[in-house]
């Protein structure tokens, strides 16, 4: 599995970076490598990130008359905060994504030699494909990744974590600042054109569905050099991870309801109906502060999910999965109740970015979960994030070519911060900075989590502004790095939550005001002019 750095290709010889190798960074690769030298940047190892743990699937609207369908279901959930011309182009490209990804070896799911298409909330259709019944993630990464390794352009460098985006004298990015993991060596990298696909920000909350790796890190880095980011108060908490005390996160499929999994209180009650005509299938936000409610009515840690009606032969072959982990756990998912409660899952918000991709930086393109291209509004559709990565990890890396034509002629060989090897790792200063981040972890889940009020959140953004001043200047490691990048993306959570005065979509304000908010239909942008020189300032468009 592991990629090799390409043999002839070192690193002053790059025209574009990717950071992150996630769906959308490898999309981009794949179609960056057509216009020039790429190099692809990712921390830990290739197939780290949110994207191989995928389980639901990929929605995909198999004929004409459902692309229509699949725009006004996403545009539904997105509760009139998405962009129409965003959600359009991720329906209508979505269907050629798969195909290519169809054509490059991916092997979706079939029953009686017809793709399957599954059910998932707030979907009016099955139309959700899925590979390995539920492993759908790292059908795509493998897919992905073997086309990205027999590109001759592309070249790896694994274990090389970006701390900083270098911005040249014009204020255009020119490349970033890594450091190699193994050695500590922090270098410059110049580029024509970078792409930041480093995916989401789930790990600030205490508990979360995503990898280790989801800091945050492409949200703060692009903040930090200037760049607008957008809708950062929506964050989806996924209704179902699995709750076993001492486990790591681990989700338990949407798909499990779209079969017919029944949602219990610790009381063996069925509650959805009270909440939805939809019930279990009602949206995300609607079904995690269901479950919410009935934890704090029965002052419970959890609720339960009920599948052991669809039969242990079903379960096993169309989720082997979460079959076999929660059996790891003790939990015998086709015999009991799956102890269940919402999580952290996904950021709508993100890196404010045209529909190619384009950040407010010359120079920086985003796609995928680190980014806000707008499909998502205020709540993501499920199964869409997958398309989404596919769709403008395309149109990025077409768009990023299109700039170094343009502009980027001669390679910036000198970006802003300077020598190519910036400083030596230094034996970093005795802190206690992991038991910070779990204080932080906690403080977001308490009060910039499911629900939200004044209160709450302006004492998060005090105590984090705190913890952010310590830090600043301090970081040295790939640790110290994540750390200071979760408070920011904390900070800016919390900030966007506290302006954004009504409740709507995934955000819900308990101290919601009667008074029609100014920001109802509008998006929060923040940007360190924004935030720092200006605090007061609320950037609409
Ligand atoms: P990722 O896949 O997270 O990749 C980010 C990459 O960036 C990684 O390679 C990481 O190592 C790298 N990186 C991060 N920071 C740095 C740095 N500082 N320096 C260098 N590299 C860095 N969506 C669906 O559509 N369908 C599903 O069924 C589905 N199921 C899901 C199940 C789970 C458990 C989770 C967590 C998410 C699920 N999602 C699903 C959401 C979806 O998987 C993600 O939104 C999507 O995969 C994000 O892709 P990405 O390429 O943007 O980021
Ligand atoms: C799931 O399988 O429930 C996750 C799907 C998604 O997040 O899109």
């Known amino acids: ?75 539904r959930a997105g509760k009139g905060l998405c962009r129409e011309e965003a959600v359009q182009i991720l329906v209508e490209e979505g269907p050629s994504r798969i195909q290519e990804l169809i054509e490059w070896g991916a092997r979706f799911d079939k029953v009686g030699g017809e793709y399957a298409l599954a059910r998932e909330a707030a979907h009016s259709r099955s139309r959700i494909l899925r590979a390995g019944g539920d492993a759908t993630g790292t059908e795509i990464v493998r897919t992905l990744l073997k086309r990205a ?3 001759r352009r592309i070249a790896w460098r694994e274990h090389h974590f970006t701390t900083n985006l270098l911005l040249d004298h014009e204020g255009r990015c020119a490349g970033a600042a890594v450091i190699d993991e193994s050695t500590g060596i922090l270098t410059s990298i110049p580029a024509r054109a970078v ?26 880095m692009a903040y930090r050099a200037g760049a607008v980011v957008e809708d950062m108060e929506f964050v989806q908490f996924h209704p179902t991870a699995l709750y076993v005390p001492g486990t790591p996160p681990f989700l338990v499929s949407e798909a499990m309801r779209g079969e017919g999994g029944i949602l219990r209180n ?51 072959k169309r989720f082997p999965t979460i079959y076999a982990t929660c059996l790891r756990y003790d939990v015998d998912i086709t015999e009991e109740m799956i102890p269940v409660c919402p999580s952290a899952h996904f950021m709508m918000g993100g890196v404010k970015t045209d529909v190619h991709g384009a950040t407010s930086i010359p120079g920086l393109f985003g796609a995928g979960e680190v980014a806000c291209a707008g499909v998502h509004g205020a709540n993501r559709l499920a199964s869409n994030s997958l398309l989404e990565g596919l769709v403008f990890g395309a149109r990025a890396a077409e768009a990023a070519g299109g700039y170094a034509t ?23 200063e005795p802190t206690d900075w ?13 009060k910039v989590g499911i629900i939200r009020n004044r209160e709450g959140l302006l004492s998060a953004i005090t105590r984090i502004t ?44 308990s101290d919601e005001s009667a008074s029609r908010s100014a920001v109802r239909n509008r998006h929060i942008q923040l940007s360190t002019a924004t935030l720092e020189d200006r605090p007061a300032e609320i950037h609409l468009n």
């Open 266 to 316: 610790i009381r063996g009650e069925a509650f959805m109906r009270r909440y939805h005509e939809m019930a279990e299938l009602a949206p995300r936000d609607i079904v995690s502060r269901g479950i919410w409610n009935e934890m704090m009515e029965t002052r419970a840690r959890h609720v339960y999910l009920d599948v052991t009606h669809l039969g242990p032969a079903f379960i096993r």
């Open 434 to 446: 992991d038991k910070v981040l779990n204080s932080l972890r906690r403080l977001m889940w308490n």
């Open 466 to 509: 705190e913890w952010e001043d310590e830090l600043r200047g301090l970081c040295r490691t790939r640790r110290d790095w994540e750390i200071q990048n979760m408070m920011t993306v904390g900070r800016l959570v919390a900030t966007a939550a506290l302006r954004r005065t009504h409740s709507i979509g995934a955000h819900f304000r």
């Open 1 to 75: 599995m592991a990629p090799r750095a390409h043999p002839g290709c070192t690193t002053s010889a790059i025209d574009f970076l990717v950071i992150g190798s996630g769906v959308a960074g490898l999309r981009a690769a794949v179609g960056l490598s057509r216009r020039g030298r790429v190099l692809i940047l990712t921390k830990g190892g290739p197939a780290e990130g949110s994207s191989i743990y995928a389980q639901g699937g990929v929605a995909v609207a198999p004929e004409e008359d459902d692309i229509a369908l699949h725009r006004e279901d996403t545009l």
């Open 149 to 151: 390794r027999s590109l």
């Open 195 to 220: 792409v930041l696909s480093t995916g989401g920000a789930g790990q600030i909350y205490a508990r979360t569905t995503n990898p280790p790796s989801a800091t945050g890190d492409g949200i703060a």
């Open 406 to 428: 343009k502009h980027g002629s001669k390679r910036k060989d000198q970006p802003e911060m300077g020598t190519s090897i910036l400083s030596k790792r230094e034996i970093p």
